[in-house]
């Protein structure tokens, strides 16, 4: 059966929009489900969405949305527009605080749904929430830069989040941002 991803995303992203199986639903100005390109073999996945992403209703638009759209331009030499991009939860946790181990089950289901449209060949997951919940790993800086099975023929690489980035300037060799530049280059090389 020939299955059109636009379409099943499509349904999937009407009923995240519908979603009230936890309190993150009461604060939330906008459900924020992920955009990009569903043919693309690299996905990325941060945690959930800020204040700008909120009010927009797409991914990574705000501080770190912009410092990852330069990473990916200038490290991977990847347009934004090719890949797609995503997070664990959907709605914004109030005062950016990490989502609670019951709201992540809740919506959970809705990003693996989309990867299982999608079938991307590698997700790149953006800090320590996503690590955890697609490695079981628990420290980046002992995990990143490394493949791991994730479902199926679809693999997990880990690395820094933009935002922790954002309060690490250093591009000194062995800092988070030099981490980071590896992977991302890294991450080019895979794409091209
Ligand atoms: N941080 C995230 O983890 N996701 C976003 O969409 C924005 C900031």
Redesign the pocket.
């Known amino acids: 059966m020939i299955i059109n991803k636009n379409t099943e995303l499509e349904a999937i992203k009407k009923t995240i929009s519908k979603c009230e199986k936890c309190s993150l639903h009461l604060t939330r100005n906008n459900v924020?489900p992920g955009e990009g390109n569903v043919d693309s073999p690299l996905v990325f996945i941060?945690?959930?969405?800020?204040a700008?992403?909120d009010s927009s209703g797409r991914?990574?638009?705000?501080r770190?949305?912009k410092l990852l759209d330069k990473m990916l331009k200038d490290w991977a030499g990847i347009n934004r527009n090719d890949i797609y991009?995503s997070?664990?939860v959907k709605c914004r946790p109030p005062k950016?605080r990490v989502p609670t181990d019951d709201e992540m089950k809740s919506c959970i289901q809705y990003l693996e749904s989309q990867m299982l449209v999608i079938k991307p060949k590698v997700i790149v997951t953006?800090?320590a929430?996503?690590m955890s919940y697609f490695t079981n790993k628990k420290k980046i800086s002992e995990s990143r830069g490394k493949f791991y099975d994730w479902y199926g023929n679809i693999k997990t690489f880990v690395t820094f989040?933009?935002?922790y980035l954002l309060r690490n300037h250093s591009m000194e060799k062995g800092s988070p941002r030099w981490y980071s530049y590896m992977d991302m280059r890294a991450i080019g090389v895979m794409f091209r």
């Open positions: 924020v941060g945690e959930g969405p800020g700008d992403e991914p990574f638009v705000g770190a949305g991009i997070n664990i950016n953006l800090g929430t996503s989040h933009p935002s």
